[in-house]
T-cell receptor, first 113, second 110 residues
Framework: DAGITQSPRYKITETGRQVTLMCHQT?????MFWYRQDLGHGLRLIYY???????DKGEVPDGYVVSRSKTENFPLTLESATRSQTSVYFC????????????FGSGTRLTVV | AQSVSQHNHHVILSEAASLELGCNYS??????LFWYVQYPGQHLQLLLK??????LVKGIKGFEAEFIKSKFSFNLRKPSVQWSDTAEYFC????????FGAGTTVTVRA
């Protein structure tokens, strides 16, 4: 089915481990985004990508790494997970950014213990 | 810096009451504004959006928002809320990347 899918939906990991959250979209949208949602902070942009092989930092990029070798995939990696990275992570995509709106995935709830 | 701010952190209403949520933005140039809703345990859904034209924008589920350029505001309204409107509401603005306000939790009591 067409859409934007995130995996896994839920993840528990230990402090210090590397974990990768996956995001896949089937529309060939140019722009893709990663947000984290925390109580009292709304959604904060971690990284975004304007096209394959083009990525840039958002508001809170520290401790995260992204890549975009293919237009449809935009994985987010926590290189060494910390408890402060416990959050709900949302991926989004947009054809151009701005004018055409954004579509969000269902989110990944990550708990770092 | 481009940003969006929401004034209300938590709003509690009774069914059939009117709702208005405040949102202010600070953007230079072209501004694209959105309201999203997140029902408990779900992902974000677009309620409405403003790009240009008529400043009164109608969205889904009976919501509307008014863009007032002179006040840098994009407030969300609904004349009569239902229990099912209990959710978190986010105002957002975009040039090419979307920035969110902190969100407003709306609780509608039956």
């Amino acid at each position: 089915d067409a859409g934007i899918t995130q995996s896994p939906r839920y993840k528990i990991t230990e402090t210090g481990r590397q974990v990768t959250l996956m995001c896949h979209q089937t529309w060939s949208h140019s722009y893709m985004f990663w947000y984290r949602q925390d109580l009292g902070h709304g959604l904060r942009l971690i990284y975004y990508s304007a096209a394959a092989d083009i990525t840039d930092k958002g508001e809170v990029p520290d401790g995260y790494v992204v890549s975009r070798s293919k237009t449809e995939n935009f994985p987010l990696t926590l290189e060494s997970a910390t408890r402060s990275q416990t959050s709900v992570y949302f991926c989004a995509s947009s054809p151009t950014g701005g004018n055409y709106g954004y579509t969000f995935g269902s989110g990944t709830r990550l708990t770092v213990v | 810096a481009q940003s969006v701010s929401q004034h209300n952190h938590h709003v509690i209403l009774s069914e059939a009451a009117s709702l208005e949520l405040g949102c202010n933005y600070s953007y230079g140039g072209t501004v694209n504004l959105f309201w999203y809703v997140q029902y408990p345990g779900q992902h974000l859904q677009l309620l409405l959006k403003y790009f240009s034209g008529d400043p009164l924008v109608k969205g889904i589920k009976g919501f509307e928002a008014e863009f007032i350029k002179s006040k840098f505001s994009f407030n969300l309204r609904k004349p009569s809320v239902q229990w099912s409107d209990t959710a978190e509401y986010f105002c957002a603005g975009a040039d090419y990347k979307l920035s969110f306000g902190a969100g407003t939790t709306v609780t509608v009591r039956a």
